[in-house]
């Protein structure tokens, strides 16, 4: 659920001295939440309120979407406080009392803050899994930046990346950093994920891409509304499908046509169209940077918020971020939005601010070529 939908929502919802953190989105097993009424059974669509205590069992876990955006899950056998449900500009905050918490702080959207016995894990912008108990604290990190923090909350002390494990054992001796078995899938992230549906889809449709190289676990989904898994090398997409990064992740997609698009970190594309005899594949690029390359005589097209580009026979970097930069490496650029169409060649940047913005168009030094999308 969005933070859109949720605020509208809280708006039915009591008028209490507690303010709402957060709504149930799906459960396992029995876990109970207790609050100023005393200690209940959960339910799907159930508020949590700020100050609630989520208790589960053997097998009992709970999903949960915050009211800044973001998601946690309560896995079994473990006992969380829901102290905030953030905000625009504050995280939500909960607090392990044993137990693990799985957590997921999309980008642009409130991070997520779990107190532990042993410091503070800050997720902002990535997806982690961390579990405490008597012989100290694991923090396994799947997607983005997480950080260590001191108790205080203040002092960093670990940042661990993308494919890490780090485990702080609590007797004073150095931090342990690992790499991460195996692809972050668990029953926690598959709850957390499960309560958005995929798009019906009336047949399967053919695969038009498919994943050529990637960094740490970019995600990717069937449909815009489908649950995010993590990408993987081979992986094939179909029209309608999305791919995304959070920092330190790189994922690029190859075409039969020969075409090619990558991502950079903190960016999000999606496959609109597979193309055809004489028509290019079509790209959407929702937010951050993207490399794109069509081979000579072939047609690459990508729709931004700011317009369209056309890439013919050449290679470019394009980013969006409010405002559309565009670098054009080699062919040709043709870009198009409500002003109009320019062409732009090899060895120029263009800029636009939006659909009805004019475009720009400047020589490109050759110290701003980027460099990330070799692989």
């Known amino acids: 659920m969005t933070a859109a939908a949720l605020t509208v929502l809280l708006a039915a919802?009591?008028?209490?001295?507690?303010?709402?953190?957060?709504?149930?989105?799906?459960?396992?097993?029995?876990p109970r939440i207790g609050g100023a009424t005393g200690e209940k059974p959960a339910k799907r669509n159930q508020f949590l309120y700020e100050g609630d205590v989520v208790r589960t069992g053997p097998r009992g876990r709970l999903a949960v979407s915050l009211i800044a955006g973001s998601e946690v899950c309560v896995d079994e056998r473990s006992e969380v406080d829901v102290l905030t449900g953030g905000g625009a500009s504050e995280p939500a905050v909960v607090k392990t009392n044993s137990g693990g918490v799985w957590a997921r702080a999309i980008s642009g959207a409130g991070a997520v803050r779990i107190l532990t016995p042993y410091g503070v894990v800050a997720v902002k912008g990535g997806?982690?899994?961390?579990?405490?108990?008597?012989?100290?604290?694991?923090?396994?990190?799947?997607?983005?930046?997480?950080?260590?923090?001191?108790?205080?909350?203040?002092?960093?002390?670990?940042?661990p990346?993308?494919?890490?494990?780090?485990?702080?054992?609590?007797?004073?001796?150095?931090i342990q950093r690992r790499a991460l078995p195996g692809s972050g899938d668990s029953a926690c992230r598959r709850l957390a994920t499960a309560h958005t549906p995929a798009a019906p889809r009336p047949s399967p449709a053919p695969a038009?891409?498919?994943?050529?190289?990637?960094?740490?676990?970019?995600?990717?989904?069937?449909?815009?509304?489908?649950?995010?898994?993590?990408?993987?090398v081979g992986d094939a997409l179909s029209p309608g499908d999305e791919a995304r990064t959070s920092?330190?992740?790189?994922?690029?997609?190859?075409?039969?046509s020969g075409a090619a698009a990558a991502i950079h970190e903190d960016a999000q594309l999606a496959l609109e169209s597979a193309g055809g005899p004489g028509v290019g594949p079509v790209l959407s690029l929702k937010?951050?940077?993207?490399?794109?390359?069509?081979?000579?005589?072939?047609?690459?097209?990508?729709?931004?918020?700011?317009g369209q580009l056309r890439v013919s026979g050449g290679e470019i970097d394009?980013?969006?971020?409010?405002?559309?930069?565009?670098?054009?490496?080699?062919?040709?650029?043709?870009f198009q939005n409500a002003r109009g169409s320019r062409k732009v060649t090899a060895g120029y940047t263009?800029?636009?601010?939006?659909?009805d913005a004019a475009p720009a168009v400047a020589p490109l030094p050759a110290s701003e070529r980027e460099t990330w999308q070799v692989r």
């Open 13 to 30: 919802s009591r008028s209490a001295a507690a303010p709402v953190a957060g709504i149930v989105m799906g459960l396992e097993g029995e």
């Open 127 to 159: 997806e982690t899994h961390s579990v405490s108990g008597a012989g100290g604290l694991e923090v396994r990190v799947y997607q983005g930046r997480v950080e260590l923090l001191d108790a205080s909350g203040v002092k960093k002390v670990a940042s």
């Open 161 to 174: 990346g993308p494919g890490e494990r780090a485990i702080i054992k609590g007797d004073g001796s150095p």
């Open 208 to 232: 038009a891409a498919q994943v050529r190289a990637l960094d740490g676990y970019p995600g990717r989904r069937q449909g815009a509304h489908g649950p995010w898994t993590a990408a993987a």
């Open 247 to 256: 920092p330190g992740q790189y994922l690029r997609l190859d075409f039969p």
């Open 287 to 306: 937010t951050g940077q993207a490399w794109l390359r069509a081979p000579r005589g072939r047609k690459l097209d990508c729709v931004t918020p700011s």
């Open 318 to 334: 394009a980013s969006y971020d409010g405002a559309l930069r565009v670098k054009v490496y080699s062919g040709e650029l043709t």
């Open 350 to 355: 263009l800029t636009a601010a939006g659909q």
